[in-house]
């Protein structure tokens, strides 16, 4: 009876095992782990610095184009304008993300107005006019002024 008194105090009120670095056989990292001084140091091999042909955005953190990169959606358009702009605020600005996120959504459109130009130009047309019909009307008075000057 005492060392299931004992074993539930050792295991705390959650019910819940020792910690895991107690014993350092059950550490989940034992098998890879290496004491000092029994392994060579890592040694990683020089990376060539990957080519590009278009323009690859780079943060004013970082500075530097890392060794590989994606180049298959080159920023471009107004969302690319934006993405551009973005890149020039410091990544701990939550405005660079913001303008990441809105040039996101810029793409989105740009895309849909690509793959159906005709759809889009009749919604362009079907929000311009209900502009037009929303815009108070000038009444004569103001139209014979507007002429007049």
Known sequence: MSTGISDLIARGATGRPEAADAE?????GVPFYKPAGTSSELVRPALDQQQT???VL???DVGKLPPVFGTCQPPRGLSGLMRRAAYHIPEHKAGRWMTLLMADRVDVWESRLR???VLSALAIAAVIGAVQVRRPRRSRLQRLLAQLT
């Open 58 to 60: 780079v943060g004013v």
């Open 115 to 117: 793959r159906h130009p």
């Open 24 to 28: 350092p056989s059950s550490r989940p």
């Open 53 to 55: 042909d278009v323009r």
